[in-house]
């Protein structure tokens, strides 16, 4: 029998954007798991991905089978180990595909320039090129921080739509690393509606005494990405005194808004 385009789109397998449903559906249910902290019922993975159960069962046994999920004794899913590697490999590339805007960003600032993602509550930095000053900031690549008390931090929790932003602060205080920094959530929250409006954030002593950064985000990156500058205050401060052009914001937007297009799926 030839299969008529309704017949066809009901096998689940080929669709007319050229992609393949199966997989699409797959990744949606991965998605889901990973907004949910990276543990969930098939139940709740069935109201927030909006999939029938029974094709649930159907791709998390499959999921399970490669070791890209996991079945807890509670009868909950969590991301596999499996996915480990391919994010580790992923994290790299994303800082080797950065680097050339990360140097043209140092050249033009003379201070470190990074970047950094947002995972599981945490910042990861994916790249830094240092500055070549003497005296210089350096973050190891790799390095996972707390978001509340970095500039890469508050600008991508700035990215989150507040709820969820509110649920990565949590309630109680949040543990201070200098006197600078912010520790009530609320307070916090009240800096990031700023940060939308103004379009960058400042670290402003908060995790370290005497460096200044200055964060914004990378529009169009398939992940909330933070591009920032730092280095010791009074220089950066001197940088942002600039005015025109060439000064520093816009220097990191222009160079942010080509590197958002590089990393755009």
Known sequence: MVAT????????????????????RAFQLLEALADSGGVATLSELSTSSGLPMPTIHRLVRTLVQ??????DTARRYTLGPRLIRLGETAGRLLGSWAR????????????????????????VYVGQVQSRRSMRMFTEVGRRVQPHCTGVGKALLAQLPEAEARAVLGPNPLPAHTEFTVTDPQALLDQ????????????DQEQEIGVR????????????????????????????????????????QQIAIRLGQVLAP
Do not use: K
């Open 5 to 24: 385009p309704d017949t066809a789109s009901t096998t689940g397998t080929d669709r007319a954007s050229g992609g393949v449903q199966s997989v699409e």
């Open 66 to 71: 490669q070791g890209y999920v996991r079945q």
């Open 100 to 123: 050339p805007y990360l140097a043209e960003l140092m050249e033009a600032t003379g201070e470190t320039a990074n970047l950094a993602v947002l995972e599981g509550g945490e910042v």
């Open 192 to 203: 990031l509606a700023e940060a939308r409006e103004r379009g960058y954030v400042v670290d």
């Open 213 to 252: 950064c200055i964060a914004l985000a990378v529009p169009g990156a398939p992940t909330p990405t933070a591009l920032s500058v730092s280095g010791p205050e009074a220089r950066i401060r001197a940088l942002e005194e600039q005015a025109g052009a060439s000064s520093l914001v816009p220097v990191m």
